[in-house]
Protein backbone atom coordinates (compact mmCIF):
# COMPACT_ATOMS: atom_id res chain seq x y z
CA UNK A 1 0.00 0.00 0.00
CA UNK A 2 1.77 3.48 -1.18
CA UNK A 3 -1.76 5.64 0.33
CA UNK A 4 0.40 8.43 2.29
CA UNK A 5 -0.21 8.27 6.05
CA UNK A 6 -0.17 12.05 5.83
CA UNK A 7 -2.43 14.47 4.15
CA UNK A 8 -3.59 18.07 3.79
CA UNK A 9 -7.25 18.88 4.28
CA UNK A 10 -9.04 22.52 4.70
CA UNK A 11 -6.01 23.88 7.41
CA UNK A 12 -5.22 20.92 8.97
CA UNK A 13 -2.90 18.16 9.09
CA UNK A 14 -4.55 14.48 9.07
CA UNK A 15 -2.89 11.47 10.08
CA UNK A 16 -3.59 7.80 11.54
CA UNK A 17 -2.90 7.83 15.50
CA UNK A 18 -0.78 5.48 16.08
CA UNK A 19 -0.90 5.17 19.58
CA UNK A 20 -4.04 3.71 19.06
CA UNK A 21 -2.68 0.91 16.57
CA UNK A 22 -3.38 -2.00 16.16
CA UNK A 23 -6.86 -2.31 17.76
CA UNK A 24 -8.17 1.04 16.91
CA UNK A 25 -7.32 3.10 13.69
CA UNK A 26 -8.45 6.69 14.28
CA UNK A 27 -7.85 9.80 12.41
CA UNK A 28 -5.71 12.80 14.37
CA UNK A 29 -6.67 15.89 12.80
CA UNK A 30 -4.20 18.59 13.83
CA UNK A 31 -5.01 22.70 13.20
CA UNK A 32 -2.40 24.43 15.75
CA UNK A 33 1.06 24.79 15.91
CA UNK A 34 0.93 22.91 19.33
CA UNK A 35 -1.14 20.64 18.74
CA UNK A 36 1.55 19.41 15.82
CA UNK A 37 4.20 19.63 18.42
CA UNK A 38 2.60 17.89 20.96
CA UNK A 39 1.49 14.80 18.75
CA UNK A 40 4.96 15.09 17.84
CA UNK A 41 6.36 14.72 21.52
CA UNK A 42 3.67 11.87 22.50
CA UNK A 43 4.59 9.81 19.58
CA UNK A 44 1.17 10.03 17.45
CA UNK A 45 3.13 10.62 15.14
CA UNK A 46 6.32 9.45 15.01
CA UNK A 47 9.31 8.09 12.41
CA UNK A 48 12.01 10.45 11.29
CA UNK A 49 10.74 11.22 7.86
CA UNK A 50 7.19 11.31 9.20
CA UNK A 51 7.96 13.98 11.74
CA UNK A 52 9.99 15.79 9.39
CA UNK A 53 6.97 16.13 7.07
CA UNK A 54 4.61 17.19 9.93
CA UNK A 55 6.60 19.81 11.54
CA UNK A 56 6.82 21.32 7.68
CA UNK A 57 2.76 21.32 7.79
CA UNK A 58 3.08 22.32 10.97
CA UNK A 59 4.75 25.50 9.77
CA UNK A 60 2.08 26.06 7.00
CA UNK A 61 -0.28 25.81 10.44
CA UNK A 62 2.00 28.68 11.66
CA UNK A 63 2.65 30.93 8.45
CA UNK A 64 -1.24 30.75 8.26
CA UNK A 65 -1.95 31.46 11.61
CA UNK A 66 0.14 34.92 11.62
CA UNK A 67 -0.90 36.35 8.30
CA UNK A 68 -3.00 39.09 8.85
CA UNK A 69 -4.55 41.14 5.58
CA UNK A 70 -2.12 38.86 3.71
CA UNK A 71 1.13 40.40 5.68
CA UNK A 72 2.95 37.53 6.94
CA UNK A 73 4.75 38.04 10.48
CA UNK A 74 7.97 36.11 9.51
CA UNK A 75 9.38 36.46 13.33
CA UNK A 76 6.40 34.85 14.72
CA UNK A 77 6.95 32.23 12.31
CA UNK A 78 10.14 31.44 12.54
CA UNK A 79 9.74 31.60 16.52
CA UNK A 80 7.20 28.82 15.69
CA UNK A 81 9.08 26.91 13.68
CA UNK A 82 12.31 26.95 16.56
CA UNK A 83 9.61 25.28 18.72
CA UNK A 84 8.55 22.51 16.10
CA UNK A 85 12.57 21.75 15.33
CA UNK A 86 13.08 21.35 19.03
CA UNK A 87 10.02 18.86 19.68
CA UNK A 88 12.21 15.84 19.09
CA UNK A 89 16.17 15.98 19.32
CA UNK A 90 17.99 12.99 17.94
CA UNK A 91 16.23 12.78 14.63
CA UNK A 92 17.42 14.61 11.62
CA UNK A 93 14.67 15.14 9.62
CA UNK A 94 12.46 17.17 11.61
CA UNK A 95 15.17 20.31 11.83
CA UNK A 96 16.15 19.11 7.95
CA UNK A 97 12.31 19.73 6.83
CA UNK A 98 11.41 22.60 9.15
CA UNK A 99 14.50 24.26 7.52
CA UNK A 100 13.72 23.55 3.96
CA UNK A 101 10.32 25.13 4.37
CA UNK A 102 11.36 28.33 6.42
CA UNK A 103 12.92 29.66 3.12
CA UNK A 104 8.95 30.25 2.16
CA UNK A 105 7.73 31.83 5.31
CA UNK A 106 7.99 35.38 3.54
CA UNK A 107 6.04 34.11 0.64
CA UNK A 108 2.78 33.31 2.34
CA UNK A 109 1.14 29.96 4.00
CA UNK A 110 0.48 28.75 -0.03
CA UNK A 111 4.54 28.95 -0.86
CA UNK A 112 4.76 26.85 2.62
CA UNK A 113 2.36 24.29 1.71
CA UNK A 114 3.03 23.82 -1.71
CA UNK A 115 6.81 23.07 -0.93
CA UNK A 116 5.57 20.98 1.86
CA UNK A 117 3.23 19.24 -0.48
CA UNK A 118 6.34 19.02 -2.72
CA UNK A 119 8.53 17.00 0.30
CA UNK A 120 5.36 14.84 0.95
CA UNK A 121 5.57 13.35 -3.16
CA UNK A 122 9.07 13.22 -2.59
CA UNK A 123 8.89 10.93 0.35
CA UNK A 124 7.56 7.99 -1.61
CA UNK A 125 9.60 8.49 -4.27
CA UNK A 126 12.62 8.36 -2.03
CA UNK A 127 11.83 5.30 -0.08
CA UNK A 128 10.74 2.93 -3.04
CA UNK A 129 13.91 4.37 -4.40
CA UNK A 130 16.01 3.39 -1.31
CA UNK A 131 14.00 0.01 -0.69
CA UNK A 132 14.54 -0.75 -3.99
CA UNK A 133 18.79 -0.46 -4.05
CA UNK A 134 18.75 -1.83 -0.35
CA UNK A 135 16.75 -5.18 -1.57
CA UNK A 136 19.01 -5.41 -4.49
CA UNK A 137 21.91 -5.48 -1.94
CA UNK A 138 20.59 -7.70 0.25
CA UNK A 139 19.65 -10.17 -2.37
CA UNK A 140 23.70 -10.16 -3.74
CA UNK A 141 24.77 -10.74 -0.06
CA UNK A 142 22.45 -13.34 0.57
CA UNK A 143 22.02 -15.00 -2.65
CA UNK A 144 20.17 -17.97 -3.89
CA UNK A 145 17.25 -18.68 -0.96
CA UNK A 146 14.10 -16.98 0.39
CA UNK A 147 15.46 -15.00 3.18
CA UNK A 148 14.36 -14.63 7.00
CA UNK A 149 15.04 -11.34 7.85
CA UNK A 150 15.05 -9.62 11.21
CA UNK A 151 13.77 -5.77 11.54
CA UNK A 152 13.52 -3.84 14.77
CA UNK A 153 11.32 -0.49 15.69
CA UNK A 154 8.94 0.45 12.89
CA UNK A 155 10.26 1.90 9.15
CA UNK A 156 6.99 1.41 7.09
CA UNK A 157 4.53 4.20 5.84
CA UNK A 158 3.28 5.22 9.60
CA UNK A 159 7.26 6.28 9.97
CA UNK A 160 8.14 8.00 6.67
CA UNK A 161 4.55 8.99 4.20
CA UNK A 162 4.91 6.20 2.07
CA UNK A 163 6.29 2.80 1.41
CA UNK A 164 8.83 2.88 4.25
CA UNK A 165 12.53 2.29 4.34
CA UNK A 166 13.26 -1.23 5.92
CA UNK A 167 10.24 -2.02 6.03
CA UNK A 168 9.69 -0.82 1.92
CA UNK A 169 12.85 -3.12 1.17
CA UNK A 170 10.99 -5.84 3.05
CA UNK A 171 8.21 -5.26 0.27
CA UNK A 172 10.64 -5.30 -2.41
CA UNK A 173 12.01 -8.47 -1.46
CA UNK A 174 8.02 -10.41 -0.73
CA UNK A 175 7.41 -8.54 -4.65
CA UNK A 176 10.04 -10.47 -5.81
CA UNK A 177 9.50 -14.21 -4.37
CA UNK A 178 12.46 -13.55 -2.05
CA UNK A 179 10.96 -13.17 1.27
CA UNK A 180 10.32 -16.02 3.72
CA UNK A 181 9.63 -15.28 6.93
CA UNK A 182 10.24 -11.21 9.03
CA UNK A 183 11.42 -11.87 12.44
CA UNK A 184 9.84 -8.75 14.11
CA UNK A 185 11.34 -6.80 17.67
CA UNK A 186 8.84 -5.94 19.62
CA UNK A 187 10.69 -2.98 20.67
CA UNK A 188 10.83 -1.78 24.04
CA UNK A 189 9.67 0.43 26.03
CA UNK A 190 6.35 1.20 23.70
CA UNK A 191 6.22 -1.70 21.55
CA UNK A 192 6.26 -0.08 17.55
CA UNK A 193 7.63 -3.11 16.42
CA UNK A 194 4.69 -5.26 18.06
CA UNK A 195 2.03 -3.08 17.78
CA UNK A 196 2.93 -1.27 14.30
CA UNK A 197 5.37 -3.17 12.45
CA UNK A 198 3.13 -6.10 12.47
CA UNK A 199 0.16 -4.46 11.50
CA UNK A 200 1.78 -3.01 8.68
CA UNK A 201 3.75 -6.54 7.56
CA UNK A 202 -0.04 -8.52 8.15
CA UNK A 203 -1.78 -5.50 6.20
CA UNK A 204 0.83 -6.04 3.20
CA UNK A 205 0.50 -9.94 3.40
CA UNK A 206 4.21 -10.48 4.56
CA UNK A 207 4.62 -13.63 6.78
CA UNK A 208 6.32 -12.72 9.80
CA UNK A 209 7.19 -13.51 13.79
CA UNK A 210 6.91 -11.47 16.46
CA UNK A 211 9.83 -11.82 19.38
CA UNK A 212 11.11 -10.30 22.42
CA UNK A 213 13.83 -8.18 21.76
CA UNK A 214 16.11 -10.23 24.08
CA UNK A 215 15.76 -13.12 21.84
CA UNK A 216 17.25 -11.45 19.09
CA UNK A 217 20.93 -12.65 19.48
CA UNK A 218 19.61 -16.33 20.14
CA UNK A 219 17.48 -16.06 16.58
CA UNK A 220 20.78 -15.58 14.85
CA UNK A 221 22.60 -17.99 16.79
CA UNK A 222 20.50 -20.97 15.94
CA UNK A 223 20.12 -19.91 12.06
CA UNK A 224 17.10 -18.23 12.21
CA UNK A 225 18.29 -14.67 10.49
CA UNK A 226 19.96 -14.04 7.36
CA UNK A 227 20.17 -10.32 7.53
CA UNK A 228 19.27 -7.58 9.88
CA UNK A 229 17.40 -4.81 8.16
CA UNK A 230 16.52 -1.27 10.09
CA UNK A 231 16.15 2.23 9.47
CA UNK A 232 17.60 5.38 11.24
CA UNK A 233 17.23 8.89 12.60
CA UNK A 234 20.18 10.68 12.25
CA UNK A 235 23.38 9.34 10.11
CA UNK A 236 26.51 11.26 10.88
CA UNK A 237 29.64 11.83 8.09
CA UNK A 238 31.53 8.71 9.26
CA UNK A 239 29.01 5.92 8.95
CA UNK A 240 27.45 6.43 12.78
CA UNK A 241 23.57 5.41 12.83
CA UNK A 242 20.72 6.91 15.36
CA UNK A 243 17.89 4.85 15.98
CA UNK A 244 15.78 3.44 18.28
CA UNK A 245 17.03 1.98 21.40
CA UNK A 246 18.21 -2.02 20.82
CA UNK A 247 20.12 -1.37 17.57
CA UNK A 248 23.38 -1.38 18.52
CA UNK A 249 22.83 -4.76 20.49
CA UNK A 250 21.67 -5.71 16.89
CA UNK A 251 24.45 -5.25 15.05
CA UNK A 252 26.62 -6.36 17.93
CA UNK A 253 24.89 -9.38 17.42
CA UNK A 254 25.24 -9.61 14.12
CA UNK A 255 28.37 -8.96 13.46
CA UNK A 256 29.52 -12.04 15.88
CA UNK A 257 27.38 -14.31 14.06
CA UNK A 258 28.84 -12.71 10.54
CA UNK A 259 24.96 -11.52 9.22
CA UNK A 260 24.89 -8.38 7.03
CA UNK A 261 23.29 -5.08 9.86
CA UNK A 262 21.95 -2.93 6.49
CA UNK A 263 20.59 0.76 7.47
CA UNK A 264 18.02 2.22 4.82
CA UNK A 265 17.31 5.82 5.38
CA UNK A 266 16.41 8.55 3.16
CA UNK A 267 19.27 11.29 1.90
CA UNK A 268 17.73 13.39 4.88
CA UNK A 269 18.64 11.67 7.26
CA UNK A 270 22.08 11.76 7.02
CA UNK A 271 23.83 14.72 8.67
CA UNK A 272 26.71 16.41 6.57
CA UNK A 273 27.35 18.90 9.82
CA UNK A 274 27.76 16.13 12.43
CA UNK A 275 31.31 14.28 12.07
CA UNK A 276 30.57 11.57 14.79
CA UNK A 277 27.94 9.77 16.79
CA UNK A 278 29.52 11.54 19.58
CA UNK A 279 27.75 14.33 19.05
CA UNK A 280 24.43 13.22 18.72
CA UNK A 281 21.94 14.10 21.39
CA UNK A 282 20.36 10.92 22.23
CA UNK A 283 16.20 11.40 23.81
CA UNK A 284 15.69 10.33 26.73
CA UNK A 285 12.11 9.41 27.84
CA UNK A 286 9.76 9.83 31.19
CA UNK A 287 10.45 6.90 33.65
CA UNK A 288 6.40 5.90 32.99
CA UNK A 289 6.95 4.41 30.18
CA UNK A 290 9.59 1.66 31.73
CA UNK A 291 7.85 1.30 35.35
CA UNK A 292 4.83 0.26 33.77
CA UNK A 293 2.43 -0.62 30.89
CA UNK A 294 -1.27 -0.02 30.07
CA UNK A 295 -1.42 1.80 33.06
CA UNK A 296 0.00 -1.11 35.36
CA UNK A 297 2.68 -0.95 37.46
CA UNK A 298 5.10 -3.64 36.45
CA UNK A 299 8.03 -1.98 39.13
CA UNK A 300 8.25 -0.92 42.47
CA UNK A 301 7.13 2.63 43.15
CA UNK A 302 9.97 4.69 43.22
CA UNK A 303 12.68 2.96 41.18
CA UNK A 304 15.20 4.63 39.07
CA UNK A 305 14.97 4.48 35.62
CA UNK A 306 17.16 5.11 32.65
CA UNK A 307 14.85 5.42 29.36
CA UNK A 308 17.14 6.45 26.38
CA UNK A 309 14.31 6.71 23.45
CA UNK A 310 17.64 5.97 20.73
CA UNK A 311 21.04 4.15 20.84
CA UNK A 312 24.04 5.07 18.36
CA UNK A 313 25.39 2.27 16.15
CA UNK A 314 29.40 2.24 15.30
CA UNK A 315 29.53 3.35 11.68
CA UNK A 316 32.16 0.19 11.78
CA UNK A 317 29.42 -2.43 12.59
CA UNK A 318 27.01 -1.43 9.90
CA UNK A 319 27.12 -3.28 6.58
CA UNK A 320 25.93 -0.63 4.86
CA UNK A 321 24.13 2.45 5.12
CA UNK A 322 21.50 2.91 1.61
CA UNK A 323 19.98 5.74 0.69
CA UNK A 324 17.99 6.58 -2.28
CA UNK A 325 21.46 7.50 -3.89
CA UNK A 326 22.34 3.89 -3.32
CA UNK A 327 25.26 2.61 -0.78
CA UNK A 328 26.26 5.92 0.71
CA UNK A 329 28.01 4.08 3.52
CA UNK A 330 29.61 0.27 3.77
CA UNK A 331 32.26 -1.40 6.07
CA UNK A 332 33.16 -4.88 6.43
CA UNK A 333 30.21 -7.36 5.00
CA UNK A 334 28.98 -10.62 5.56
CA UNK A 335 27.45 -12.88 3.12
CA UNK A 336 24.78 -14.19 6.21
CA UNK A 337 26.69 -17.81 6.05
CA UNK A 338 29.42 -17.14 8.46
CA UNK A 339 31.93 -16.08 6.15
CA UNK A 340 32.96 -12.15 6.17
CA UNK A 341 34.39 -10.56 2.96
CA UNK A 342 34.76 -6.86 2.63
CA UNK A 343 32.64 -4.64 0.31
CA UNK A 344 35.26 -2.88 -1.63
CA UNK A 345 34.58 0.20 -3.72
CA UNK A 346 32.35 -0.74 -6.53
CA UNK A 347 31.53 -4.29 -5.77
CA UNK A 348 27.84 -3.04 -5.03
CA UNK A 349 27.07 0.21 -6.46
CA UNK A 350 24.03 1.58 -8.22
CA UNK A 351 24.80 4.30 -10.92
CA UNK A 352 25.35 7.48 -8.81
CA UNK A 353 27.24 6.19 -5.92
CA UNK A 354 31.05 6.10 -5.07
CA UNK A 355 33.37 6.55 -2.35
CA UNK A 356 34.57 10.15 -0.99
CA UNK A 357 38.57 9.74 -0.38
CA UNK A 358 37.80 12.02 3.75
CA UNK A 359 35.66 9.92 5.08
CA UNK A 360 35.87 6.75 3.81
CA UNK A 361 31.54 7.18 2.74
CA UNK A 362 30.61 5.97 -0.66
CA UNK A 363 28.79 8.61 -2.84
CA UNK A 364 27.99 9.59 -5.99
CA UNK A 365 31.72 10.28 -6.89
CA UNK A 366 32.18 7.21 -9.74
CA UNK A 367 29.46 8.52 -11.63
CA UNK A 368 30.36 11.89 -11.67
CA UNK A 369 34.52 10.30 -12.74
CA UNK A 370 32.64 7.75 -15.40
CA UNK A 371 31.23 10.42 -16.39
CA UNK A 372 34.01 13.21 -16.34
CA UNK A 373 36.75 10.70 -18.83
CA UNK A 374 33.93 10.21 -21.17
CA UNK A 375 33.56 14.06 -21.45
CA UNK A 376 37.21 14.55 -21.23
CA UNK A 377 37.82 12.19 -24.20
CA UNK A 378 35.28 14.06 -26.46
CA UNK A 379 37.64 17.16 -25.74
CA UNK A 380 34.55 19.11 -23.51
CA UNK A 381 36.32 18.69 -20.40
CA UNK A 382 39.83 19.55 -21.75
CA UNK A 383 42.80 19.44 -19.03
CA UNK A 384 41.29 20.23 -16.25
CA UNK A 385 38.71 22.30 -17.23
CA UNK A 386 35.16 21.77 -16.21
CA UNK A 387 33.42 20.53 -13.48
CA UNK A 388 30.35 18.30 -12.41
CA UNK A 389 29.03 17.98 -9.36
CA UNK A 390 25.54 15.67 -7.47
CA UNK A 391 23.46 17.23 -4.94
CA UNK A 392 22.89 14.87 -1.61
CA UNK A 393 20.68 16.97 0.52
CA UNK A 394 22.40 19.86 1.95
CA UNK A 395 25.57 18.86 0.51
CA UNK A 396 26.89 18.39 -2.94
CA UNK A 397 29.29 16.28 -4.18
CA UNK A 398 31.83 17.73 -6.73
CA UNK A 399 35.20 17.38 -8.78
CA UNK A 400 38.03 18.52 -6.76
CA UNK A 401 40.44 21.59 -8.24
CA UNK A 402 43.09 21.25 -10.59
CA UNK A 403 42.70 17.55 -11.63
CA UNK A 404 42.70 16.34 -15.18
CA UNK A 405 39.20 15.11 -16.13
CA UNK A 406 40.96 12.38 -18.03
CA UNK A 407 42.54 10.93 -14.71
CA UNK A 408 39.50 11.31 -12.76
CA UNK A 409 38.96 8.36 -10.38
CA UNK A 410 35.72 8.44 -7.70
CA UNK A 411 38.20 9.57 -4.91
CA UNK A 412 38.64 12.56 -6.47
CA UNK A 413 35.60 13.86 -5.45
CA UNK A 414 35.02 17.37 -2.44
CA UNK A 415 32.04 17.56 -0.18
CA UNK A 416 30.56 21.04 0.09
CA UNK A 417 27.75 22.87 1.67
CA UNK A 418 25.25 23.92 -0.44
CA UNK A 419 24.55 27.12 1.38
CA UNK A 420 27.79 28.63 1.56
CA UNK A 421 29.85 26.46 -0.94
CA UNK A 422 32.49 25.25 2.09
CA UNK A 423 33.94 22.07 2.67
CA UNK A 424 32.92 19.78 4.72
CA UNK A 425 34.98 18.71 7.00
CA UNK A 426 37.61 15.98 6.65
CA UNK A 427 37.72 16.65 2.83
CA UNK A 428 41.34 16.42 1.77
CA UNK A 429 41.15 17.96 -1.51
CA UNK A 430 39.94 21.62 -2.33
CA UNK A 431 36.59 21.45 -4.54
CA UNK A 432 36.82 22.73 -8.34
CA UNK A 433 37.37 26.58 -8.98
CA UNK A 434 33.71 26.95 -10.16
CA UNK A 435 32.09 25.02 -7.00
CA UNK A 436 29.53 28.55 -6.75
CA UNK A 437 28.32 28.30 -9.99
CA UNK A 438 27.29 24.73 -8.60
CA UNK A 439 25.68 25.65 -5.72
CA UNK A 440 23.62 29.09 -6.98
CA UNK A 441 21.99 26.59 -9.54
CA UNK A 442 20.85 24.15 -6.27
CA UNK A 443 19.70 26.85 -3.98
CA UNK A 444 18.20 29.02 -7.12
CA UNK A 445 16.29 25.63 -8.49
CA UNK A 446 15.57 21.66 -8.18
CA UNK A 447 18.88 20.94 -9.49
CA UNK A 448 19.86 17.50 -8.22
CA UNK A 449 23.19 17.31 -10.66
CA UNK A 450 25.46 19.87 -12.27
CA UNK A 451 27.59 19.57 -15.47
CA UNK A 452 29.74 22.58 -16.92
CA UNK A 453 31.83 22.15 -19.88
CA UNK A 454 33.81 23.22 -22.38
CA UNK A 455 32.30 22.11 -25.85
CA UNK A 456 33.65 24.06 -28.45
CA UNK A 457 30.34 25.39 -30.35
CA UNK A 458 29.11 26.47 -27.42
CA UNK A 459 31.35 28.07 -25.94
CA UNK A 460 32.57 29.74 -29.27
CA UNK A 461 28.71 31.46 -29.30
CA UNK A 462 28.86 32.26 -25.92
CA UNK A 463 32.26 34.30 -26.49
CA UNK A 464 30.19 36.22 -29.20
CA UNK A 465 26.74 36.50 -27.52
CA UNK A 466 28.07 37.41 -23.83
CA UNK A 467 28.61 40.87 -22.50
CA UNK A 468 31.44 42.65 -20.20
CA UNK A 469 29.73 43.79 -17.83
CA UNK A 470 25.82 42.48 -17.76
CA UNK A 471 23.90 39.57 -18.37
CA UNK A 472 22.38 39.16 -21.71
CA UNK A 473 19.71 37.10 -23.08
CA UNK A 474 20.35 34.76 -26.62
CA UNK A 475 17.71 33.75 -28.84
CA UNK A 476 17.93 30.59 -30.60
CA UNK A 477 14.27 29.15 -32.20
CA UNK A 478 12.82 27.12 -34.76
CA UNK A 479 15.03 24.23 -34.05
CA UNK A 480 14.15 20.94 -33.47
CA UNK A 481 16.30 20.46 -30.85
CA UNK A 482 15.22 22.83 -28.56
CA UNK A 483 12.82 20.73 -27.12
CA UNK A 484 15.51 19.01 -25.66
CA UNK A 485 16.35 21.80 -23.50
CA UNK A 486 13.85 21.57 -20.77
CA UNK A 487 12.65 25.18 -21.78
CA UNK A 488 8.57 26.26 -21.25
CA UNK A 489 8.48 27.22 -25.20
CA UNK A 490 9.67 24.24 -27.37
CA UNK A 491 10.08 26.49 -30.68
CA UNK A 492 12.16 29.26 -28.94
CA UNK A 493 14.68 29.66 -26.13
CA UNK A 494 16.37 32.58 -24.21
CA UNK A 495 19.19 31.17 -22.80
CA UNK A 496 21.52 33.70 -20.48
CA UNK A 497 24.67 34.48 -20.72
CA UNK A 498 26.47 35.49 -18.17
CA UNK A 499 29.51 37.99 -17.86
CA UNK A 500 33.00 36.05 -17.11
CA UNK A 501 34.35 37.84 -14.07
CA UNK A 502 37.74 37.07 -12.55
CA UNK A 503 35.76 36.47 -9.62
CA UNK A 504 34.27 33.26 -9.58
CA UNK A 505 31.62 33.58 -6.87
CA UNK A 506 30.50 36.81 -8.95
CA UNK A 507 29.48 34.81 -11.00
CA UNK A 508 27.72 32.22 -8.91
CA UNK A 509 26.61 35.11 -7.22
CA UNK A 510 24.65 36.56 -10.98
CA UNK A 511 23.53 32.86 -11.57
CA UNK A 512 21.81 32.73 -8.12
CA UNK A 513 19.85 36.22 -8.82
CA UNK A 514 19.30 35.69 -12.08
CA UNK A 515 17.35 32.26 -11.45
CA UNK A 516 15.29 33.29 -8.49
CA UNK A 517 14.06 36.24 -10.73
CA UNK A 518 13.66 34.52 -13.78
CA UNK A 519 12.10 31.06 -12.04
CA UNK A 520 10.96 29.95 -15.56
CA UNK A 521 14.92 30.06 -17.12
CA UNK A 522 15.28 26.94 -18.99
CA UNK A 523 17.89 24.88 -16.62
CA UNK A 524 21.17 25.74 -19.51
CA UNK A 525 22.85 28.67 -19.42
CA UNK A 526 26.64 30.06 -21.08
CA UNK A 527 29.66 32.14 -19.27
CA UNK A 528 31.10 34.96 -21.85
CA UNK A 529 33.98 32.59 -22.51
CA UNK A 530 33.66 29.66 -20.32
CA UNK A 531 31.53 27.09 -21.34
CA UNK A 532 27.94 26.09 -20.65
CA UNK A 533 26.08 24.80 -17.28
CA UNK A 534 23.30 22.61 -17.29
CA UNK A 535 21.26 21.27 -14.33
CA UNK A 536 18.36 18.35 -14.12
CA UNK A 537 17.10 15.85 -11.74
CA UNK A 538 19.78 13.43 -11.97
CA UNK A 539 23.56 13.79 -13.71
CA UNK A 540 21.54 11.79 -17.36
CA UNK A 541 19.15 14.82 -17.49
CA UNK A 542 22.11 17.22 -16.47
CA UNK A 543 24.37 15.90 -19.63
CA UNK A 544 21.60 15.17 -22.10
CA UNK A 545 21.12 18.95 -21.80
CA UNK A 546 24.61 20.02 -22.00
CA UNK A 547 24.86 17.42 -25.28
CA UNK A 548 21.71 19.01 -26.55
CA UNK A 549 22.67 22.43 -25.89
CA UNK A 550 26.19 22.18 -28.07
CA UNK A 551 24.35 20.36 -30.60
CA UNK A 552 21.74 23.16 -31.06
CA UNK A 553 24.69 25.62 -31.30
CA UNK A 554 26.76 23.38 -33.94
CA UNK A 555 23.34 23.88 -36.19
CA UNK A 556 23.10 28.04 -35.32
CA UNK A 557 27.26 28.06 -36.20
CA UNK A 558 26.71 25.57 -39.26
CA UNK A 559 23.50 27.21 -41.29
CA UNK A 560 24.52 30.44 -39.98
CA UNK A 561 21.06 31.59 -39.61
CA UNK A 562 21.04 34.71 -37.90
CA UNK A 563 19.84 34.65 -33.83
CA UNK A 564 18.63 37.27 -31.55
CA UNK A 565 21.03 38.23 -28.47
CA UNK A 566 20.70 41.32 -26.25
CA UNK A 567 19.96 42.35 -22.50
CA UNK A 568 16.55 41.80 -20.94
CA UNK A 569 15.42 45.43 -21.68
CA UNK A 570 16.62 45.25 -25.02
CA UNK A 571 17.74 42.51 -28.11
CA UNK A 572 19.61 42.95 -31.24
CA UNK A 573 20.70 40.47 -34.14
CA UNK A 574 23.63 39.49 -34.80
CA UNK A 575 25.52 37.07 -37.42
CA UNK A 576 26.72 33.76 -36.33
CA UNK A 577 28.87 33.06 -39.76
Not at 517 to 524: E, L, M, S, T, Y
Request: proline letters at 5%; aromatic letters at 4%.
Amino acid sequence: MDDSSLSWDDGALVTIDQRGLPHEVRELRLDTVDAVIDAIRVLAIRGAPAIGIAGAFGVVIATAAHTVDGVVDEARVHDDADRIAAARPTAVNLAWAVQRVRAKIAHGADAVLAETLDMLAEDGRVNRAAATHAADLVQELCPDRPLRVLTHCNTGRLATSAFGTAIGTLRVLFERGALEDVLVDETRPLLQGARLTTWELAEAGIPHRLTIDAAAAWAMATGQVDCALVGADRVTVNGDVANKIGTYSLALAARHHGIPFIVVAPESTRDPNMATGRDIVVEERAAAEVIGFGGVATAPEGTAVFNPAFDVTPGALVTAVVSELGVVHRCAATTGSGSTRTLVPGDHRPAGAGPDAASGNSLPGKAIADLARGLYQRGWMPGTAGNISVRTGETAVITGSGLSKGELTEHDMVIVRVADSTPVAGSSRKPSAETTIHTAAYRATAAQAVVHIHPPYATALATRAGGSDEVTALRIADYELIKGLGGSDPAVIDIPVFPNWPDVPRIGADIERYLTDHPAAPPILFITGHGITAWGDNLSQARDRAECLEALCELVARTGRRQAVGSRDETLEIGLT
